[in-house]
Structures are given as structure tokens and as C-alpha cells.
């Protein structure tokens, strides 16, 4: 059957209430996003199973992005770390930077370094990704073994349910053969 | 009435959404008023590099006078001072945040010197793009005249210091929606300022042709539609994400074809196409011909072809963390919007396999499009607060005399 809607009738706001609702009822069972990011962010290893992997990963590069990673901005070619003499070599160099340029183009090297340091961040943040969603899959997966498990359980309860009202139905037409009387029952 | 309208750049060739903007509404006002256009000889946004010769010339019948621009953009200089000022927004100082404000361009202090000397040949100076050098240096010098266009996105500038200042200098204030007009003001507290909710109407097409449309492109079955620049500020990489991710897991039918230049590089997925960029007429007709249209920008301040799909009587599905698209379409009760995968996936899915609400949607479209952005409707709201201006200017001398 098929029916008009009228335009009138429509309700963005309760469409998008029914819709949030029904994704909150397929996730029911389920490990909500935030919980399953906590425990990734806990113990990786206890839930992928896989001994030779750092479940700390992210805090380590989280903590010492210094170490893994470098910081390249424009004005780092020119930095000095010597204090204050280093602060007027800074100057000197800021000063030659136009005179610098007569000889080469330092724009591509500092535009792919910077791009390179920004890339790296990138990918700490994907394989932290993949590895939120990898949980993610772990879980569903031991969640449905489980669902699986009990379905069989059921299935076979009713199987054997089966098989005993199976029994009794060939029991009560035996006991009305061996009665006799055409009797009505009680 | 003589009024100035104060852009950028402006050009027939020009397609950026404040230009365009600009372009649309100077072109309208003249039927009611003598229009003048002021703005630099720039043509490209990024170096704003003097393209277009200086002097007058008349497009579509309008004048436009353009200035050369000093000095066109230093792209690592810039860089720098984006560096210094943009991450403190709001804590760097006023002369860094001006000294940025030169270097994003367009530098045109002819064009700020022209408005000091002729502010009294014009009634009224109506500025497009808060953002830009022109804007905040031309319309402090002619405030007391003028009206500004801000075209805001919540991307964090407003809350720079040299922009509350602005934003509370005009004697009006046209904003594209309702969502701006709060961002705005919760900026700058420039309740004080007059202001109204105007939006821009569209080039409507005589009649659209999506039969032809599906001919010429050689477009079979069902399709969802983007037009814009094809770019990753733009909301295209998690659109095309999604959009796989939706036919791998309901194993639809729907292809997805993109409209517009990209600047991006397309996933290998058969069914999403790039078109390129088409004429207007081919634009509308894709609108006429598409299932929905998607709009997966988290910044817009309004959003012309959102409007314009509206019009063709196309349903909408929006990224719900751009304020203004979500408030679009509650107010219109014609588009739905996603905040993450699993929303994108059951709306879209909703639109897919009811086409009758996609029609509801639709319908509801081209009327809040008809109330709020028909030519008529815009005209008029910027007729009256031309009107109010002067009523209150004559009511002000009244009473000094």
C-alpha cells in the first residue's frame, strides 16, 4: 500500500529524532563509541589478543612527541639555541634571509618538511583510528560468538521440547487405543 | 539614491560565493537605485594580483570602478602572520591583527583614499566580506553610510579584536542567517546596530530540463548531487567516506555525481562521477534531475545552491555541525542533516527508499525559498532598511533643529 505525504505534515526535527533513536536501539547490546575508545585507550592487548603489541602506544606518542616526531615551521631553518648570542645570530640570518634567496629556494624544503611533521601526526592519529575500530570489530565479533551461543542453546532446548510434546501425543493415543471405550475425555 | 557597493574583486568570470553575492544584489538594486560598484583590479583570491585593467568599466550595466592593489599577497608572509595572530584569536594585539589584515590583501589604500574623498557623492556604501583590508578600512571610513554584508562562517576570526569594533561601526547590518546574526553578535554585543535577516535570491532558470540533463550526460538511474568546489575544507573527503561506506553496507544503487572544480583527488568508486564544471543552465537542470542534493560544508554562512536545490524542489542532507545548514533546514522543514556515519547512513537511506518524503522535503523547499530568498522579497528588506536609515537621519535633524 502505498500513501502520499504531505508536505505540510513533514517534521524535520521528529525525522531526526526517530532516526537518532532507532541508531541508539541498534546500538543497544553494544559497546557505545565512547566505551569502546576507553577501553582501546586502556588495554589494547587484552581485547586484540596480540602479545606483541604496545597497548600504551598512543599515550607513548601522545606524551613524547618530541621524540617521534620534529616541528618545522618557516622560522625554523633560522632558529639558533645558543641564548642570547644565539638570539642576535636569529637577527643576522632574518636580516640575510633576502640575500639567502639569490642563491637558493628554501620555500619547497620548508613546505614539505612542515607537511612531512603534520603527515606523522596524521598517522599516529589513523593507526590509533584503526585500532579504536579493530576493538571495535573484536568486540562485535565475541559479542555475536555470544548471541550465536545462546541461540544454539535455545535451539536446542526447543528441540528437545519438541521431541517430548512429540512423546506425549504418541503416549495419549496409545492410552486412548488401549481404552477402548468411545468415551468422551474429561 | 546612489549607493556604493564595496567588494574585493568583481567580475562576470568571478565565481566566489561574496562576489557572486555582490553581483546578484548590485545587479537588482538597479532597478531602484543608481548602483556603483567599487573594488580592486584583483581577480584571484589567493595573490590578489592586479588582473583587470584600473579605471571604469560597465558589466551588465553597471559601473564597476576599479583600484590597483599596492602590493599583491606575499603567501609566507602571510603564512607568518596567520602563525602570529589566528591561533591567539582574540588575545593578539590590535596593531599584529592590522598588520595581518594588510598582508591577507587585497592592499588597496587608493581604493579607502577614493571613499574618503567621495563619501558625499554616494547615499550609501554597502560592504561585502567582513574579512578583507577593503572592508574594514573603507567602511571605518565611511561608517556613518554605511551597511555591511558581513558573509561570516563560525571559523573563529570574528573573534579577532579588530573585528568586534567593526561589526559595531555600520549603520546596518544584512546578515544570510539567523545563525550569524547571533555568532555575530555574541562576538561583538552590536545589538545596537540595525539589522535584518536578508539572504540573495538566485539567477532563476526559464524552465529546467532534467530529461535532457540525464541525454547529454549519459546519467542513468538514481543519483544524490554536489555542486561546489570538490575540496577537504569543504566536507568532500568524509562525504565520498560516507557515501561508499552507504552503498557497501545497504548495497544500494545510488551513484553520487559532482559538479564543480576539484581540487581534491576522487576516490576510484564507479559510481561516484565527476562532471567538471557546467553552465548555470546544466546546473539547474543536474538539480532537477538529482534525488538530493548533498551539502557536507561545515562552514557556510548561507549556502546559495542549499537555496537553489530548495527551489527545484530537491531535499537536502546537510552536515548538522554547520549551524546555519542545520537551522536552514529545521526552518524549512526540507532537508534532513548527519552529525556522524550512522545518521548519514539512515537518513540517506530514509531519502533513498521513500521517495515520497523526498517530494514533502522538496515542496517545502521552493516555499521557504518563495517566502524568503524570491528577488522581490530580498529587494525589498534591503529597500526598507535603506528607508529606516533615513527616516531616522531626517527624525535626528528634526530634532537638532
Known sequence: ?186 | MKLAFVVQRYGLDIAGGAEYHCRLVAEHLARHAQVEVLTSCAADYITWANHYPEGVEVLNGIPVRRFRVKRPRDPERFADWSARVLPAAGRGTPADELRWLEEEGPFSPRLVRYLERHRQDYDFFVFFSYRYYTTYHGLMAVRDKALLVPTAEDDGLVRLSIFPPLFRAPRAIVYNSVEERAMIAGASRNQDVAGEVVGVGSALPAQLDPEGFRRRQAVEGRFALYVGRIDENKGCRQMFDFFSRYRHDTGSPLGLLLVGRSVLPLPADPAIRHLGFLSDDEKWNALAACDLLLMPSRYESLSMVTLEAWWAQRPVLANAKCEVLRGQCRRSNAGLYYGSYEEFRECLAMLEGDPGLGRALGENGRRYFEAHYAWPVVERKYLDLFAAIRALDARRAAGAA
Open chain 1, 1 to 186: 500500500m502505498s500513501f502520499e505525504i504531505k508536505a505540510e505534515g513533514v517534521d524535520v526535527e521528529a525525522i531526526m529524532r526517530g532516526i537518532r533513536q532507532r541508531i541508539e536501539q541498534k546500538r543497544e547490546g553494544l559497546y557505545s563509541d565512547e566505551e569502546i575508545r576507553e577501553i582501546a585507550e586502556r588495554r589494547l592487548d587484552g581485547v586484540l589478543d596480540a602479545h606483541e603489541f604496545n597497548s600504551d602506544f598512543i599515550q607513548d606518542f601522545r606524551a613524547q612527541s618530541g621524540r617521534w616526531n620534529f616541528q618545522f615551521g618557516p622560522e625554523t631553518l633560522y632558529r639558533s639555541s645558543r641564548g642570547l648570542v644565539g638570539q642576535l645570530l636569529e637577527r643576522v640570518r632574518s636580516l640575510l634571509k633576502p640575500v639567502q634567496k639569490l642563491f637558493w629556494n628554501p620555500n619547497p624544503m620548508i613546505a614539505a618538511l612542515s607537511r612531512q611533521s603534520d603527515l606523522n601526526s596524521y598517522y599516529v592519529l589513523l593507526l590509533h583510528n584503526l585500532a579504536v575500530e579493530l576493538t571495535k570489530l573484536n568486540l562485535e565479533l565475541q559479542e555475536l560468538k555470544n548471541r550465536n551461543l545462546q541461540l544454539q542453546g535455545r535451539l536446542d532446548l526447543l528441540a528437545r521440547r519438541e521431541k517430548t510434546l512429540e512423546g506425549m501425543v504418541v503416549y495419549r493415543d496409545d492410552e486412548g487405543s488401549e481404552g477402548g471405550g468411545g468415551g468422551e475425555p474429561a
